[in-house]
């Protein structure tokens, strides 16, 4: 294994977030039993705060949840049963920052004592700002419902920081619109966006200096300096697929084959492939999904030719390009030049 990567296997997650799932599960009428199907879990596990789960055990708890639950937007009940007194340590110290900055900041930080494999970003603009998820699940119905416990919970949490209804200017998500697509409009009362590049919650940059209610220099220093000895005791647990990705990034258009990257990650392309295969996703896998970002980004943002788009994702045939970027969205390109709601 690569140091600094999680695996399926190893007991990494905290029960806090997994117990919600059950608890929402469970308010929904789905049995206990129902739910830990297959798990090799106790229910008497959510019941010990130091106790981990692998992320194996995660997927088939969120599988068995969505299959027993007839409600497709599940995400959106996640997210907004999730509290920040479930992120342990790491919460108290977000609810003594001074501003919501400092906390996005101190969440980015220290985000691998509630989940190592979850990764989000914080753009700033001139007039704007985003919160950019980060992170993919190789599996489309457990990635869509995660796209909305993100928006959700994120939204839920700004709102308890500051005491106030905020309220993003724009929402984009990275699936197709869904059935319940007026619960998004219901819930956050700006444009939200499908077939997006990214899923992330567009707000007024000015948001970021919104004060925290609860701000406490002094325990937001103790909070930190704990979150700070627990990651030590953790150790380095980014994902392999994020820094696979980073690297991918580094010069869009340009990538390099998966040899390469396993010598920039001081390992072997069978270590790299075998530890990508023990996540369930491939280098070819993972770079499919960065091709088709950017290509949506280009399709939507830009006025470019097809024959150009395809040269910067890396395609020299644009008739290859074409047929790729249906195998990834189930679209013709021409669909996203279109405003899609």
């Not at 789960?53 to 996640?78: F, R, W």
């Not at 599996?139 to 919970?153: A, E, P, S, T």
């Not at 270590?271 to 770079?287: D, N, P, V």
Request: aromatic share 8%.
């Amino acid at each position: 294994m690569i140091r600094g990567t999680w695996s399926l296997t190893e007991p990494l997650v905290p029960v806090n977030i997994p117990a919600t799932l059950v608890r929402v599960g469970e308010s929904k009428g789905i049995g206990t039993a129902a739910l830990l199907h297959n798990t090799g879990l106790d229910c008497q596990i959510f019941a010990d705060p130091s106790a981990r789960l692998t992320y194996q055990q995660v997927l088939i708890l969120a599988e068995n949840l969505i299959k027993s639950c007839p409600d497709d937007s599940l995400g959106m009940d996640i997210g907004e049963a999730i509290k920040i007194n479930q992120f342990g340590m790491l919460g108290y110290a977000i609810m003594s920052c001074a501003d919501i900055r400092s906390a996005l900041q101190l969440g980015l930080k220290y985000h691998p004592l509630v989940d190592p494999a979850f990764t989000f970003e914080v753009v700033e603009l001139e007039q704007h700002a985003a919160v950019r998820l980060t992170t993919h699940i190789p599996i489309d119905h457990i990635y869509r419902m995660l796209c909305d416990l993100f928006v959700v919970n994120f939204t839920c949490l700004a709102r308890f920081l500051t005491g106030r209804q905020l309220q993003p200017t724009a929402v984009h998500l990275n699936h197709p619109k869904p059935s319940y697509a007026d619960r998004y409009q219901d819930y956050f009362a700006c444009p939200v966006l499908f077939d997006q590049p990214r899923t992330e919650l567009v707000f007024d940059s000015s948001i970021l200096d919104e004060p925290v209610q609860m701000a406490d220099q002094a325990t937001a220093a103790m909070a930190e300096n704990q979150c700070e000895e627990i990651l030590a005791r953790l150790g380095p647990k980014e994902g392999i697929v994020a820094k696979v990705r980073r690297i991918l990034l580094r010069n869009p258009g340009q990538f390099p084959p998966v040899d390469v990257v396993a010598g920039q990650l001081a390992t072997s392309t069978r270590t790299l492939s075998r530890s990508l295969q023990e996540i369930g996703t491939s280098y070819q896998r993972i770079l499919d999904e960065v091709r088709k970002e950017m290509a949506i980004e280009y399709l939507r943002t830009s006025s470019l030719p097809i024959e150009e788009i395809a040269a910067l994702v890396g395609y020299s045939d644009p008739s290859n390009f074409r047929k790729a970027f249906r195998r990834w969205t189930q679209h013709a390109p021409s669909y996203y030049r279109e405003d899609r709601h």
